[in-house]
């Protein structure tokens, strides 16, 4: 897909797209992950773009698969965006064994795969950090490597953020690495390492793919959100900077 500029705005080639999957993960639960994944999805359905949006495993409740099931109007159930739910909020390895059930890689790649053959962008939130076990002797990092997925990190800006990101950044597979993106999500009150953070954090890594996200409240409204000058403008600097995109 061809992302071009057209009067200081961006739009899509729709046909020239080649089918991606994003991969959004984290440096910790919490820390922004289903916000982000809700307003990519959300930005790039508003230009036409055939996106797709996925929680397959969740622990704790399922308030967040609920938030992409919201975005996407429709386009799947909510059966299909988040297939593995358990009660109890612990990891979902933990969570699922407690009600004697398996969750196994290869049925979790299956599904996404499937998902994958009816939209040309294909999101996929994680749960937890991106170490978190999701199943039976897997975690988002399995799944990053194995659908050779773009993964976004996203973490909390405050204090040790830096060390949480670049952690997060050498456990990727260095292939993935290169092409990894950075959100630092601003907390409800800002530390004294939220400012500089990006700058820092950009002396270890591409600082044009390390990106700010403002904070947006306890409840998440994807289009009333996306109307915030600060958030759109932030959101399309991510849509158009990966070259998975482009």
């Not at 040790?160 to 999500?185: F, H, I």
């Amino acid at each position: 897909m061809v992302l071009m500029a057209c009067r200081g705005h961006f739009r899509f080639d729709v046909a020239e797209m080649r089918q991606s999957i994003i991969f959004i993960t984290g440096t910790d639960t919490g820390v922004g992950k289903t916000v982000l994944t809700g307003l990519l999805a959300r930005y790039l359905r508003e230009r036409g773009v055939n996106v797709a949006a996925l929680k397959p495993v969740c622990s704790g409740g399922r308030d967040d698969a609920r938030v992409l099931h919201a975005v996407l109007n429709g386009a799947l159930t909510l059966a299909e965006v988040n297939p593995w739910h358990f009660h109890a909020p612990v990891a979902p390895l933990l969570a699922a064994r407690q009600e004697r059930k398996r969750v196994r890689l290869a049925d979790v790649l299956a599904h996404i795969r499937a998902m994958h053959e009816r939209f040309d962008v294909l999101l996929v939130e994680g749960a937890g950090g991106l170490l978190s076990p999701l199943g039976e002797h897997f975690d988002s990092r399995d799944l990053i490597a194995s659908l050779r997925a773009t993964p976004i990190i996203v973490g909390s800006n405050q204090l040790g953020a830096v060390n949480q990101v670049l952690l997060a950044l050498e456990a990727l597979p260095p292939v993935a690495r290169r092409k990894a993106g950075v959100v630092l999500v601003s907390p409800p009150r800002p530390d004294a390492s939220t400012k500089t953070n990006t700058g820092l954090l950009a002396e270890h890594f591409d600082g044009k793919r390390i990106f700010r996200l403002p904070w947006l409240g306890e409840r998440f409204n994807g289009a009333r959100v996306l109307k915030k000058s600060p958030v759109r403008k932030a959101v399309e600097e991510l849509a158009s900077s990966f070259q998975i995109f482009l």
